[in-house]
């Protein structure tokens, strides 16, 4: 049951909250998989295979996977010990949950990351990157809002 509450929607029940994270999560990864998949169709779009992390920083495999585990669990815990809240404290984690997930199939399926947006020539970076930038950004303001709050 959806009700509007102060200007933000909550979502009442748990497992409402839950399904609708879940499903809201799996349109991101569909867009993002689709953009890949033109992106890699179009003959004038450069991609790039990044192996690495974010700005294509490598990592042993062992630390990569315990790393990227242990901040998906963490995210994970979050986002379910906070169902039921406000929309918005669940949204920034649900996209770093779906940028997450949807660079893993592309590690699994390519081998690699599949990156296509040149940045400051350094790096190159996708639609899941965005998602986990801008939802670590939110979680970030969010702390810090809530801290100030507090006070």
């Not at 815990?77 to 920034?92: A, M, S, T």
């Not at 590690?107 to 990157?129: E, K, M, Q, T, W």
Request: hydrophobic share 55%; with cysteine; glycine share 6%.
């Amino acid at each position: 049951m959806l009700q509007k509450n102060n200007m933000s929607i909550c979502i009442t029940k748990k497992s409402h909250a839950l399904w609708c994270g879940i499903f809201l999560m799996i349109v991101l990864i569909i867009v993002d998989q689709l953009v890949k998949w033109f992106v890699l169709q179009s003959p004038s779009i450069e991609t790039f295979c990044n192996y690495g992390i974010a700005m294509s920083v490598m990592l042993p495999p062992l630390i990569f996977i315990l790393v990227w585990g242990g901040i998906m669990i963490a995210v994970v815990y979050f986002w379910i010990k906070n169902l039921g809240e406000q929309f918005l404290i669940q949204f920034p984690l649900i996209l770093i949950l779906a940028g997450g997930l949807s660079n893993l199939f592309d590690r699994v399926y390519y081998g690699c990351v599949v990156d296509y947006v040149p940045f400051l020539n350094i790096s190159h970076f996708n639609f899941a990157d965005v998602c986990i930038t801008v939802g670590a950004g939110l979680v970030l303001w969010q702390s810090l809002f809530e801290k100030q709050k507090q006070k």
